[in-house]
């Protein structure tokens, strides 16, 4: 038994990590020295959970959000907010056709494998609820009719922390379809050097260049793998006193939800799953609790850091099996 | 859990100072009242230091470990049976007070106590906010009880202090509770400035009203309307409603309270010692006197003048034969006569009022009055007057004592012997005092009025000392008087025999004064009805010889017969003797009643010092009396003695807990890692987690103690490779394998089983390598 224990197989080699490093690849190509990020971007991918990326103009959300829908080769559709943007642009219409004389379908930009909704807090609250839907059943109905969505779709939802003008923060409800909010920062003194030298000479237009390393179906099934992974009893304690210290916590105005905390176990599934095991450790969890914590719970915008870094201290990891190992 | 998070210091500071300050105002409460307040201060500071250091490790435990406590406010069954414990605790004390002591204190403090410690229990385990508040609420109604229950300047400045900490508990607990709301968080740092400055205006307003000009400062209670009058007093005024004390007291014609020189003849109905003897002791057989009539001229009559009262005459006598005391008339309810005075300090206390030095076998002659003025000089700024008599090396410290004067008349003063220094109500007027008889203050032509206070100090007698007295040198033999009897009187010279059994083979000193002492308490026996038969003409021998028991003043004359004959000087002392028994917990005095009056001996030392000796069985002298400082050079001595006697284990053992305190992490983690290999290896996972117990152990003890809430992956490997496997580091192998067998949950299931040669060897190879130096030298855990 304990030789199992020393040498348990590790599906490290298997097809399906090295799907998973082709992404990995060709999203550090496209995103320099933000393997942080893309490495939370591959969990939340991998959890279908969506992603909300605030941060600066011009530190590359869309470039980043292009290289993952050419990278699992699916359709990629861009929303840019504003608004007066209306739930029909995003979710499609009907027109009558002429020739059929029939009212036909347009699917909007919602049906595709990645959705990047640009500003998205430029939207009118009206527009943001028609992404609800979409988000958390993977549906849309247009004229009662429900229309069904890519088991893969995968939402990358930008907003600009700066400007507050003319914008509609999201609702709780809208914010806790998000699994994540990741924040990209301003990239290293190399990685920018590396990033004008390779500018040289090439077009103008910020193509991206990308052939796609897997297709939907596949990324379907790697999300379903990851689904599998095993949390063990200790590690689910875990989630829920730090479930509840969220709760409790005075600086919190909205405590983690049920769905939050069944999103949180799912990337820390997720997390593990690319770190190669079959199982959850307390460092999964730990280290996928930022983003998953920062997007939903309500705390004043500069006491986040501090307080979740509170309530991570809050809660013991549990080393030493309470049932009484040792 | 939030709520368990160890809380902000100052809040958990303040509420220790405030538990610190209840507890001092309940010590100062609850003191017995002639306790210093400086022990009671060190009593309290004393509890205070366990609190203290419980709260500090159970603080430093939770940060460390808080797996330790409880969540969601779960208070554990231990801490409820131990906070319990300290509630109960002074009533079990109480039980064991009765039984031993046979007194027992009121019921308020032993309340008070049980609070006070539940207070202590709370602050101790203020890492917890349910604790916290209940702590300062606790202590808040302490200082409320306790502040009604004593007074005086430290009790102010507990007040005061309380208040000053209870203030910034407040206003911490509320800033805590505070969400700032604003965009800016620059609202979230506690006013400090703001605070100060509003303290320090209100401290100088109430500075400036205690210490500034007293007119100046109540100002305005001129200004508001009164009924007239205040608390102004001059002594000097003269003329108005009230004349000052000083016009009073030199006025012609005093009508104010005072002693008058009138006063002693008034009539009284207040008992004096004389009517205390007849009471107690019954009166003496009036002597029959064979009258002759005899004409006499006219120029030789007088008028008939009334015989003064017996207290009043010149050379009282008290007769040894005396009639059988009549039982005191029961009164309703067996009520308790008032007392003649009350004591407070410590007792038994022999209080002398009369001496007697000339016997004739029946009678005790009162020793002649000196009149003589007593060495008295005042001390400076207060009433206290201190007697300047030379004082031999006879005396161990200092006993003080309180005397109120109940209802007793007398005008010697009931003081102890070998007084130091007194102090009688506000009289500082030195004529006033002078010797009744030797050793005996009495207060010239006036007697005590009641309700006096005499505070005394006196030096206890070292009994130690005592026994080193030479008696044998002849130029320091006593005056004839204290040696010889009258003309009419010879000692039997079977007592003269009994006298040398008693002390035959003893050398001449105080071990012979101990021997008669000795020999009368045990084999005489105390029965105030034995009174000697109406023709007696030698009490003492009758009572020797013959009846073997009697009243006390029979045992103090046959102490004094045998002490004479055998060379002693020695005289009989009567007064009062304030018996232990009679203390009463309420008022916290000893009464003296009129019971309570008695005979002893005193025995004359070459010096001309007396000591008393107490030959009746059931009376006991005052014990010596150390000073703190005599009781710890005492301690210290017999320490360094019996140090002296041991001195190879004494450095031995000093040098082990020399070692112990520099390695003791080295020793217990030699012991451990020992404990490690004998442990069984059964189950692995078990396995596991022991081994990696003892590395986490010596990684605390080196100094770097992992965080409960940081996973041991990020702080025992600094750089986690995306892959650990690949990890060549035996201590990442053990943590890989620990967080195998602890969160996958097949091998949990299948732990059971026997290790593997190759687990084993992995695990001996991290306990061999990753020493308690190696973790010293480390960087774990300052990179993660």
């Known amino acids: 038994v304990s030789e199992n224990l020393l040498k348990r197989p590790v599906d490290r080699n298997s097809t399906h990590h090295a799907a998973v490093d082709l992404i990995r690849a060709v999203l550090n190509r496209a995103l320099r020295g933000k393997s942080n990020v893309v490495e939370h971007v591959l969990v939340c991918l991998l959890a279908r959970g969506h992603l909300l990326i605030e941060d600066l103009p011009g530190l590359g959300k869309t470039t980043l959000a292009k290289a993952l829908a050419h990278a699992i080769g699916g359709r990629f559709a861009r929303v840019q907010c504003t608004p007066d943007l209306l739930p029909g642009d995003i979710t499609g219409f009907r027109v009558y056709d002429q020739k059929t004389r029939e009212f036909e379908f347009l699917p909007g930009p919602v049906f595709a494998a990645v959705l990047l909704a640009d500003e998205i807090n430029r939207a009118t609250p009206r527009t943001q609820s028609a992404l609800l839907e979409a988000m958390a059943e993977r549906q849309v109905t247009v004229d009662t009719v429900c229309h069904n969505l890519p088991d893969t779709f995968f939402v990358i939802a930008t907003q600009n922390p700066v400007e507050q003008h003319g914008t509609y923060p999201l609702p709780e409800a809208q914010l806790d379809r998000f699994a994540m909010k990741l924040r990209i920062g301003y990239p290293g003194g190399d990685d920018e050097r590396a990033m004008l030298a390779a500018a040289v000479g090439t077009g103008g237009e910020d193509r991206v260049e990308v052939e796609p390393v897997l297709e939907p179906t596949r990324l379907y099934s790697l999300q379903n793998r990851v689904a599998k992974v095993e949390v063990g009893p200790l590690v689910r304690d875990y989630l829920v006193n730090l479930a509840h210290a969220t709760r409790s916590h005075r600086q919190v105005t909205l405590g983690l939800s049920p769905r939050g905390l069944l999103i949180w176990q799912r990337l820390a599934q997720a997390r593990a799953f690319l770190q190669g095991r079959d199982y959850v450790t307390p460092d999964d969890v730990q280290d996928v609790g930022g983003p998953v914590l920062e997007v939903r719970l309500g705390i004043e915008t500069e006491a986040t850091s501090r307080v979740l870094a509170e309530i991570m201290v809050s809660v013991p990891v549990p080393v030493y099996s309470r049932a009484g190992s040792v | ?784």
């Open chain 2, 1 to 784: 859990v939030v709520d368990e998070i160890p809380q902000d210091r100052v809040i958990r500071s303040a509420t220790l100072a405030m538990t610190a300050l209840a507890t001092a105002s309940v010590e100062l409460g609850i003191a017995e009242p002639d306790r210093s307040k400086i022990a009671s201060l060190a009593g309290a500071a004393a509890m205070m230091v366990p609190v203290l250091a419980l709260a500090w490790y159970l603080g430093r435990s939770v940060r460390w470990r808080p797996n330790s406590v409880r969540r969601n406010g779960e208070v554990s069954s231990f801490i409820v049976v131990a906070l319990l414990a300290l509630l109960v605790l002074p009533f079990a004390m109480e039980v064991g007070r009765l039984f031993w002591f046979g007194r027992g204190r009121m019921l308020e403090v032993l309340l008070l106590a049980s609070v006070r410690n539940l207070g202590l229990g709370l602050a101790a385990l203020s890492h917890r906010t349910t604790f916290i508040r209940l702590s300062a609420l606790v202590s808040l109604f302490l200082v409320a009880v306790s502040s009604a229950m004593a007074e005086g300047a430290a009790m102010i400045a507990i007040i005061v202090l309380f208040a000053a900490a209870g203030c910034l508990w407040l206003m911490r607990s509320y800033w805590g509770a505070l969400r700032f709301e604003g965009s800016s968080g620059r609202g979230s740092r506690f006013p400090v400035g703001t605070v100060a400055m509003i303290l320090a205006v209100v401290g100088s307003v109430f500075a400036a009203a205690a210490v500034g000009p007293t007119r100046a400062a109540t100002v305005l209670a001129g200004l508001m309307p009164t009924s007239g009058g205040t608390f102004w007093n001059d002594p000097d005024a003269q003329g108005g409603v009230n004349d000052g004390d000083n016009e009073v007291s030199g006025s012609e014609k005093p009508v104010s309270v005072g002693f008058t020189e009138s006063e002693i003849y008034l009539e009284s109905d207040r008992p004096s010692l004389y009517d205390a003897f007849s009471e107690q002791y019954g009166e003496p057989f009036k002597r029959t006197k064979q009258e002759r009539m005899i004409a006499l001229g006219q120029q030789d009559v007088r008028g008939q003048k009334e015989r003064p009262a017996e207290n009043l005459r010149a050379g009282r006598q008290f007769p040894m034969v005396r009639q059988k005391p009549t039982a005191p008339t029961k009164r309703p309810g067996e009520r308790q006569a008032k007392a003649l005075l009350y004591i407070k300090g410590p007792c038994p206390l022999h209080l002398p009022l009369m001496t007697y030095d000339a016997f004739d076998g029946v009678d005790w002659e009162e020793e002649p009055h000196t009149y003589r003025s007593c060495p008295l000089e005042q001390e400076p700024g207060n009433n206290w007057l201190r007697l300047t008599v030379p004082r031999p090396l006879i005396f161990a410290s200092v006993v003080a004592h309180q005397i109120k004067i109940g209802t007793l008349e007398s005008s010697p003063l009931p003081v102890p012997a070998h007084l130091l220094r007194l102090r009688v109500g506000s009289v500082n007027r030195l004529d006033f005092f002078g010797w009744a008889q030797e050793g005996i203050i009495q207060m010239m032509d006036r007697t005590v009025p009641a309700g006096t206070t005499i505070e005394t100090e006196a030096r206890s007698v070292d009994p130690r000392c005592l026994a080193t007295i030479d008696f044998t040198s002849t130029s320091v033999r006593s005056p004839e008087c204290y040696l010889a009897f009258s003309d009419r009187y010879q000692v039997d010279p079977a007592v003269s025999e009994l006298a040398f059994s008693w002390t035959s083979g003893l050398p001449r000193g105080w071990s012979q004064v101990d021997a008669v002492v000795a020999a009368l308490r045990r084999d005489y026996a105390h029965d105030r009805k034995a009174t000697p038969p109406a023709d007696c003409c030698d009490v003492a021998g009758h009572f020797l010889l013959t009846s073997r028991r009697g009243p006390d003043y029979l045992f103090a004359t046959a102490a004094a017969v045998v002490l004479r004959s055998l060379g002693y000087g020695t005289r009989i002392v009567s007064g009062f003797y304030a018996s232990p028994e009679r203390y009463d917990p309420g008022t916290r005095h000893t009464p003296v009643l009129g019971e309570d009056v008695h005979f002893w001996t005193e025995v004359r030392l070459p010096g001309g010092t007396w000591v008393a000796i107490e030959p009746t069985p059931g009376y006991e002298v005052m014990g010596t009396a150390f000073s703190w400082t005599e009781y710890l050079g005492a301690i210290a001595v017999a320490l360094g003695n019996w140090i002296k006697g041991q001195y190879a284990i004494f450095v031995a053992s000093g040098v082990f807990l020399a070692v112990l305190f520099r390695f003791w992490r080295e020793l217990a983690d030699l012991f451990l890692t020992f404990a490690w290999r004998l442990s069984p290896r059964r189950d692995t996972r078990r396995w596991l987690a022991r081994t990696f117990r003892l590395v986490e152990r010596r990684s605390r003890w080196a100094g770097h103690p992992r965080p409960a809430s940081t996973t041991p992956r990020r702080w025992y490997v600094p750089s986690a490779p995306r892959s650990a496997v690949d990890q060549a580091d035996d201590l990442a192998t053990l943590i890989l394998l620990v967080e195998r067998s602890l969160y996958a949950t097949d091998e949990t299931r299948s732990s059971r089983g026997p290790i593997a040669a190759e687990l084993a060897a992995t695990c001996r190879q991290v306990v061999r390598n990753w020493t308690l130096s190696r973790f010293r030298a480390s960087r774990v855990g300052t990179l993660s």
